[in-house]
């Protein structure tokens, strides 16, 4: 039987002003580091000189559509992994459950329910990862466990080339992962050809590529490509 699975990556969370926590917008507002910070700050500006790419929700959002096509198709992924953990941003909350792949699951499972009014597939969320990195393995260990001929990527644009590298190591390194046919979607191009007749929303998500936030996280995404290779990666802590 030909199995195939969905992975989302997260980018992160952050808390509306009523204490609810939600996926990322496009764009956050990072921490002096560069990394999450768990706030959401209303009216940001992409051209200005703090702002990032985050892309959460938007993540969440294509992957629904991407799962309710193949599930339309009779070809519905048996698993749909939130490869988003609990990194130190969310160290400052008490509940130890708080994790961004929970906060992600929740907003898919009820897209996926309520909207498209679909049977909801096994849900995995890796509660403790705190890198790409760590993605990438416990979603081929998971894929490899499962006996997965396919696994499909979600990830905003910018993080693309990163997950790439990240993949592509991990399954040179692991025979049976190399087994395992990876798939990169970019969730932003994704909803751009999903949303072509709004021309609103198809201008907006162009914008953000020609952005200064764009160009500011694609810096730091190459940064981490390079780190990577040169063996000073940071394994075991938080991503800027």
């Not at 959401?40 to 096509?69: E, W, Y």
């Not at 590529?209 to 938080?238: C, D, V």
Request: proline share 4%; glycine share 8%.
């Amino acid at each position: 039987m030909y199995k195939q699975g969905l992975c989302v990556l997260g980018r992160g969370i952050e808390q509306a002003q009523n204490g609810k926590w939600l996926p990322t917008r496009l764009i956050e507002k990072p921490s002096p580091q560069g990394g999450h910070t768990g706030y959401r700050h209303l009216n940001l500006d992409p051209n200005d000189t703090v702002s990032r790419i985050a892309g959460s929700n938007a993540n969440i959002i294509a992957a629904t559509h991407l799962f309710t096509t193949l599930a339309n198709m009779g070809k519905a992924p048996q698993v749909v992994i939130f490869a988003a953990g609990r990194p130190s941003y969310l160290a400052q909350y008490p509940d130890p459950a708080l994790a961004e792949g929970g906060i992600m699951a929740a907003k898919f499972v009820r897209l996926i329910q309520k909207r498209h009014r679909l049977e909801v597939p096994e849900i995995v969320i890796f509660q403790e990862n705190k890198t790409t990195w760590d993605d990438t393995i416990s979603s081929l260990l998971l894929a490899d466990e499962q006996g997965l001929s396919r696994l499909w990527v979600i990830t905003v644009s910018v993080h693309i080339a990163r997950a790439r590298e990240f993949f592509f190591a991990a399954r040179a390194q692991n025979d049976s992962f190399g087994k395992i046919r990876v798939g990169l979607i970019s969730s932003d191009k994704y909803l751009r050809r999903r949303y072509d007749r709004w021309r609103h929303i198809k201008e907006a998500l162009l914008a953000l590529l020609q952005s200064t936030a764009y160009e500011r996280t694609e810096m730091s995404e190459q940064a981490g490509i390079r780190a990577f290779w040169a063996g000073t990666y940071r394994f075991s802590q938080e991503e800027p």
